[in-house]
Nanobody, 118 residues
Framework: QVQVVESGGGLVQPGGSLRLSCAASRYIFSIYSMGWYRQAPGKQRELVATIVISGSSTNYADSVKGRFTISRDGAKNTVYLQMNSLKPEDTAVYYC???????????WGQGTQVTVSS
């Protein structure tokens, strides 16, 4: 199986940037896809961005297109989420997941808090 661990969250002012990291416990090219989701207080968890590891196909929520970028680094077995032009409505716990085999259940990390506030 695989484990994933998120890092990089914190407090940032509106308009600022953060980069989240998701480290996998195995070679990421043995994983089908990885993704970032978020959950704000009182709301359901929602998709932010996903990446198919082999081929680098990506998918983004409309609310983050043009501001967030998901990428992967095979040498570090890590997937990143670069977040620019952050807004207060981006405040949430951000979760990373990994789908080892397409169509199977995802493995989730513990989450990292992102707070956008002045």
């Amino acid at each position: 199986q695989v484990q994933v661990v998120e890092s990089g969250g914190g407090l940032v002012q509106p308009g600022g940037s953060l980069r989240l990291s998701c480290a996998a416990s195995r070679y990421i090219f043995s994983i089908y896809s990885m993704g970032w989701y978020r959950q704000a207080p009182g709301k359901q968890r929602e998709l932010v961005a996903t990446i198919v590891i082999s081929g680098s196909s990506t998918n983004y929520a409309d609310s983050v297109k043009g501001r967030f970028t998901i990428s992967r680094d095979g040498a570090k077995n890590t997937v990143y989420l670069q977040m620019n032009s952050l807004k207060p409505e981006d405040t949430a716990v951000y979760y990373c997941n990994a789908v080892v085999v397409r169509g199977t259940s995802a493995v989730w990390g513990q989450g990292t808090q992102v707070t956008v506030s002045s």
